[in-house]
C-alpha cells in the first residue's frame, strides 16, 4: 500500500511536469476562451460584466486563461469522466462486493458526466486516501475530487483547487463505546483518539484539544478502514472525523448499536467536489452540474416527471433549466439539455439525498442544515439564466 | 617502399572521437532533459498558482504527532515536525540494525547446529519470512497480533515488563533511578513506553530482516574450509571458541558485503512505517504534502535524506569491509 503510494506521487510528480507538453492545444483553446469570455458579456452587458471583459485581455490574467477549456476537450475525447472519491464511506462513496460504486459524492461525479455526456455512467472511478487526492488532482490524473473534501481558505488558495457548492454542510463529531462513559470531550483526558492523517479533522483535533487544554494522545492512520480497525480492536478509545462519515463508518462497526457519537460539533465541515486552478471554464461546469440538482429538486423536476414536464411545463425557470428556452447549456460549452440529462440519468438533489443517506438507508442522516434554502437548509442555487 | 610519413586518421573516420563524441551527447542530452522537465514542472505549478519554495517550513504546523522523541506540539513548526519524522526514522533504523544483527546471527548460527529441532526451526523461520512480503508481514503483525494483546487494564506483566495494545512499557533510568512502569488509568506510568507502532514497526523490521542476515550469516560460515573449524577443534579450543576465534573472522569478509545490503534495505524498509501508523520521516512528509500542498520540495527533501543515509551506511561498511578483509603481506 505504502510503496504504491509513493509510486503514485512521484508519478503524478513527474505526471506535473510533464504536464506542460500540452502547450500545443493550450494555444489553440486560448482562441476559444476568449470568444467565450466575449459571449458571456454580450450575453449578461450588466455593471458587474465590464470589469470582468476589461480584465480579461490583460497580460497576466493571460497564463491562467490559457489552460481554460482544455479539461472539458480532454475530458471529451476521453469519452468518460475520470472522477476522484473515497470508496471507503458508505452513502458518500463506497464499492460494493459487485465493484458497483454508490453514494452522493459518487453521483456528483455521475452528475457531471450527465452533463458533458447525457449518459451519468461515463465516470471511470479512482480510490483516493485523503493523501494522494490533491495531488492526483493537481497532475491531472483526475478531472473532478468528489471525496468528501472540506472546503478552506489554504486548500482554496495554495494548493490549487475551486471549490464548487457544498453538497454536504457536515461538522467534525466524535464516536467513542457506549461502556467507556464518555459524555464530552474533557473526558478524554490522557485517552487515544484515532485521527486520519492530513485532514483538517486532524488540525481541529489539535486546535479543539488544545484550547481546552486537553492531554490526550493522537494516532494518525491512513484510511477510513485503518482508523475504524484501531478503533474495534481497543487501539484507540475514540474515533473522530466528520459526523456523516462517523454515521457512515458506524455502519458497518460489528456491532454498531454500541458506540455513540458525541453531542459536540467541533468544527465546519463544508463537503464538496473540487476540480484545479486554470480552467474556468470546467469549473463552471462542475459548479452548475450541481447547481443543476439544487434547482431542479426546487422547481420539483424529478427524474420521474422530468420528460413530461420538458414538453409540458408553463414555468419559465424550468423551461431554461431543461434547455426548451434560452442557450443555457452553450454557455458553459455544453448541450442545453445539460440539467435535463443530470435529473434524467441521476436525479434532482433530494432524490440523491434520499437514495444515499435517506431515511431507509443505513447511513440514515437527517437532512437538516443540508435542506433547500426554502425549507430552513443551506443549498441555494443562483438564477439559472 | 611506401610512403612512411604517419598520416593521421582524419577526425571524422576516428573511432575513438565517436565515442567521445557520443558521450558528449549522451551528457547534454541527459542535462538538456532534467532541464526541460524542471522548467516544465514551474510552469505548470505556476499555471494552478501553485507556489514553490521552502518558506513554508517556519510556520505553524498545526498537527499532533503520536510518537516524538523531541519536544513537539502542535504550535510548532512544520520544519520541526520533520525532524521529528527524521529522528523517529534514525532511531528505527539504527536500533533496528543492532537487533537485526543480534537475531541474525542467532538464526544463522542456529540454522548450522546439528541439533535437528533447532535447526529446522531457523529454516522454517528463515523460509516464511523471506517468502512473504514485508508489507504484508507488517500488517498482519500490526492488526493481527499487536491490536490483539491483552487490553491496558489486564496488561500481561512479563517479569517487570507490561505487555499491552496499547503498548509496550520496559523499566527504564530516569533521573538517575530505575523506573518501574505501572498501568495508571489508561496510561502506563513509568518506565520507557513503546507505542504500539513503534514496537510493531521495529519488531516486524527486526524479524523480518534477521532472517535475510541469518542466511547472509549461515552462507559466510559455510564458505570457510571444514578444515580450519577441525584444525581449531585439534589445537584444543572448544567449539564455541573455534567459531568465535577462527571461524567467524574469516567469514566476517563473505558477509560483510551483503550485510551492507541487508543493512540498508531495513533503513529503506523503515518507511513502511506508515502502514502501521508510526510517525516515521516518510509518513509525517506525506502529511506535510497533504497540509502545504508542497509536494515537489517535500519528496526532493526526503529523497535526499534517504540518499544520504544509505550513503553513509555503505561509506561506514566499506571501511569496516576494508578492514577485516585479508591483508596480504
Not at chain 1, 506521487?9 to 510533464?18: G, H, K, Q, T, Y
Not at chain 1, 466524535?174 to 467507556?180: H, L, T
Not at chain 2, 574450509?225 to 568465535?244: C, D, H, K, Y
Request: with cysteine.
Amino acid at each position: 500500500m505504502k510503496k504504491t503510494k509513493l509510486g503514485s506521487v512521484l508519478l503524478s510528480a513527474v505526471a506535473l511536469a510533464l504536464s506542460a507538453c500540452s502547450t500545443a492545444p493550450v494555444e489553440v483553446t486560448r482562441v476559444v476562451e476568449v470568444t467565450r469570455v466575449v459571449e458571456k458579456a454580450a450575453a449578461a452587458p450588466s455593471a458587474p460584466a465590464a470589469p470582468a471583459a476589461t480584465a480579461a485581455p490583460a497580460a497576466p490574467a493571460a497564463a491562467v486563461v490559457a489552460a481554460s477549456g482544455a479539461t472539458l476537450k480532454k475530458v471529451t475525447e476521453r469519452g468518460k469522466l475520470i472522477c476522484g472519491v473515497s470508496g471507503l464511506v458508505p452513502g458518500f462513496s463506497f464499492v460494493d462486493s459487485a465493484g458497483k460504486y454508490s453514494g452522493l459524492d459518487v453521483d456528483v461525479c455521475r452528475a457531471v458526466a450527465a452533463a458533458v455526456f447525457g449518459d451519468g455512467t461515463k465516470v471511470e472511478f479512482r480510490n483516493l486516501t485523503t493523501q494522494q487526492r490533491f495531488t492526483a488532482l493537481q497532475s491531472g490524473d483526475i478531472d473532478v475530487l468528489s471525496r468528501n473534501t472540506t472546503w478552506s481558505l489554504q486548500r482554496d488558495t495554495e494548493l490549487g483547487l475551486n471549490f464548487a457548492p457544498v453538497t454536504f454542510y457536515d461538522g467534525q463529531g466524535m464516536m467513542v463505546p457506549k461502556a467507556s462513559g464518555i459524555t464530552k470531550l474533557e473526558d478524554l483526558k490522557d485517552r487515544t483518539i484515532c485521527v486520519q492523517k492530513g485532514t483538517t479533522t486532524e488540525l481541529n483535533l489539535a486546535d479543539q484539544m488544545g484550547v481546552r487544554k486537553i492531554n490526550y494522545k493522537p494516532l494518525s492512520v491512513e484510511t477510513a478502514d485503518d482508523a475504524t480497525a484501531a478503533y474495534e480492536s481497543e487501539r484507540c478509545d475514540a474515533y473522530t472525523t466528520d459526523i456523516s462519515g462517523l454515521i457512515s463508518r458506524r455502519s458497518v462497526l460489528k456491532k454498531p448499536a454500541d458506540h455513540v457519537i458525541l453531542d459536540v460539533v467541533m468544527s465546519k465541515e463544508p463537503l464538496g467536489p473540487a476540480v484545479r486552478h486554470g480552467d474556468d471554464q470546467w469549473f463552471d461546469i462542475v459548479k452548475w452540474s450541481v447547481f443543476a440538482m439544487f434547482a431542479a429538486e426546487e422547481y420539483g423536476v424529478t427524474s420521474q416527471n422530468v420528460e413530461q414536464l420538458k414538453g409540458s411545463t408553463k414555468d419559465n425557470e424550468t423551461k431554461r433549466l431543461l434547455g426548451v428556452e434560452g442557450d443555457m447549456g452553450k454557455k458553459l460549452g455544453l448541450d442545453n439539455a445539460f440539467a435535463y440529462n443530470i435529473v434524467k440519468g441521476v436525479g434532482n438533489f433530494g432524490e440523491v439525498y434520499d437514495r444515499n443517506l435517506g431515511p431507509t438507508t443505513p447511513t440514515a442522516i437527517p437532512r437538516g442544515i443540508n435542506s433547500l434554502w426554502n425549507k430552513g437548509g443551506l443549498m441555494y442555487a443562483p438564477p439559472i439564466r | 617502399m611506401s610512403d612512411t610519413k604517419k598520416t593521421r586518421i582524419p577526425i571524422w573516420r576516428d573511432e575513438r572521437a565517436y565515442a567521445v563524441l557520443a558521450q558528449v551527447a549522451f551528457v547534454v542530452v541527459v542535462i538538456a532533459a532534467g532541464v526541460f522537465l524542471f522548467g516544465n514542472l514551474l510552469s505548470a505549478l505556476r499555471r494552478q498558482n501553485i507556489p514553490i519554495g521552502f518558506d513554508f517550513l517556519p510556520t505553524r504546523a498545526g498537527f499532533d504527532i503520536s510518537d516524538s522523541f523531541l519536544e513537539y506540539t502542535a504550535s510548532s513548526n512544520y520544519l520541526q515536525a520533520f525532524q521529528v519524522g527524521l529522528v523517529n526514522t534514525l532511531v528505527v533504523a539504527s536500533v533496528g540494525i543492532v537487533l537485526a544483527s543480534v537475531f541474525g546471527l542467532i538464526t544463522g548460527l542456529a540454522g548450522l547446529t546439528h541439533n535437528f529441532i533447532i535447526s529446522r526451526l531457523a529454516r522454517v523461520y528463515t523460509e516464511i519470512m523471506r517468502n512473504v512480503p514485508l508489507l504484508v508481514f507488517l500488517v498482519f503483525w500490526y492488526r493481527g497480533i499487536v491490536f490483539n494483546l491483552p487490553k491496558i487494564s489486564e496488561a500481561l506483566s512479563i517479569g517487570p515488563i507490561l505487555v499491552s495494545n496499547r503498548g509496550v512499557a520496559i523499566p527504564w533510568l530516569l533521573e538517575g533511578a530505575l523506573s518501574l512502569p505501572v498501568v495508571r488509568g489508561r496510561i502506563f506510568d513509568g518506565g520507557f513506553v513503546l507505542s504500539p507502532e513503534l514496537f510493531a514497526i521495529l519488531s516486524g523490521l527486526v524479524i523480518y530482516t534477521a532472517a535475510f542476515i541469518g542466511e547472509v550469516i549461515r552462507a559466510g560460515v559455510q564458505a570457510i574450509p571444514r578444515g580450519q573449524f577441525e584444525a581449531a577443534r585439534a589445537l584444543g579450543f572448544t567449539g564455541m571458541q573455534s567459531i568465535r576465534l577462527i571461524v567467524l573472522p574469516q567469514a566476517l569478509r563473505v558477509i560483510i558485503p551483503p550485510l551492507t545490503s541487508q543493512y540498508l534495505n531495513l533503513t529503506k524498509n523503515s518507511s513502511l512505517a506508515a502502514a502501521v501508523g508510526y510517525p516515521d520521516l516518510w509518513s509525517i512528509s506525506t502529511v506535510i504534502i497533504n497540509q502545504t500542498g508542497r509536494a515537489v520540495e517535500m519528496i526532493a527533501v526526503v529523497m535526499g535524506i534517504y540518499l544520504t543515509t544509505s550513503l553513509l551506511t555503505s561509506l561506514f561498511m566499506n571501511w569496516y569491509n576494508n578492514k577485516v578483509r585479508l591483508i596480504e603481506r
